[in-house]
């Protein structure tokens, strides 16, 4: 969904404003903002913003803050501590530059980090005998994965979430700040506990599945999905068959479901056929999200 799946690997660059505390002049500027997989540069004629990614505690993404919200549209903010000192740095942002914010940033720091994880502490409202493992956590363009030291991967897709919680829980034999996520399994519902170790990256991560599953439905309560749409997509989920589908909603009436599969196309919930078909994170959050009211 965001990005490229090599955020060590990524360059870009473009124009922009932004306002930064780190620099003398404390009015906005027009400059050049550069990305790699380490750092974000700033440069406006002689004045300059160097912000290594690991020294970087906190990221807000879209509405600017009041005092600026007659000079920007949508800004990343970005919360940072070089050498103990800490600052703050607002970059407008055109849109089609939202996944280098929403996916990279993040996914630099968090990828390799090392975190307690419950997962399918409860399923269907019943609690189960999981205990906490420690696991390495990466970040994906669609999905969190987490890899046990045994070994194998567990995974939770965005469009899998269908609620998150933030606070304390005690996990791993310690009271911890923890993200609880519930999220569908096979069509269940699923309680896992996500702790990292660093609170720094804790926070991010907190901020980073907020920012992602808020924007998801966001999209979804945007979008004008017709009552049969729904159906196309939680049919499909549930029965990942395309002809019964088909059969299911318009009797095998060929002309009449490519023309609803079309519609569910431009409302962004399934994938172009030349792509394979499918359903995209906007389209299974939909259906989870369905599914997940009828079994409650």
Do not use: W
């Amino acid at each position: 969904m965001r990005g490229g799946d090599d955020p060590a690997g990524f360059t870009t660059q473009f124009q922009t404003r932004f306002y930064s505390t780190a620099i003398r002049r404390s009015d906005i500027q027009n400059g050049v903002c550069e990305l790699d997989g380490d750092s974000i540069s700033l440069r406006a004629g002689t004045q300059s913003v160097d912000i290594a990614v690991d020294t970087v505690t906190n990221l807000t993404i879209g509405t600017p803050p009041e005092r600026f919200e007659d000079a920007f549209t949508e800004v990343v903010g970005i919360k940072f501590s070089p050498a103990d000192t800490s600052h703050v740095c607002f970059i407008e942002y055109d849109p089609e530059y939202a996944d280098v914010f929403e996916y990279h940033l993040f996914a630099k720091p968090i990828n390799g980090a090392t975190g307690l994880v419950e997962f399918g502490a409860q399923k269907g409202g019943q609690q189960t005998d999981t205990a906490a493992q420690q696991m390495e956590v990466a970040i994906k363009p669609d999905r969190v994965v987490f890899t046990p030291e045994t070994g194998g991967t567990k995974s939770i897709a965005l469009g899998e979430i269908v609620n998150i919680q933030f606070g304390k829980r005690t996990i791993g034999g310690g009271k911890r700040d923890v993200i609880k996520v519930d999220h569908m399994k096979s069509h269940t519902r699923t309680t896992s506990y996500l702790s990292l170790m660093q609170t720094r990256l804790q926070r991010l991560f907190n901020r980073y599945l907020r920012t992602e599953y808020a924007q998801l439905q966001a999209e979804i309560e945007e979008t004008n999905v017709s009552e049969a749409e729904t159906q196309l997509v939680v049919g499909y989920y549930t029965t990942h068959d395309l002809t019964q589908t088909m059969h299911a909603l318009t009797d095998g009436n060929t002309s009449e479901f490519e023309s609803l599969y079309e519609q569910a196309l431009d409302h962004g919930l399934v994938t172009h056929p030349d792509d394979g078909v499918g359903l995209t994170q906007k389209g299974k959050m939909l259906a989870n999200t369905e599914l997940d009211t009828v079994n409650t």
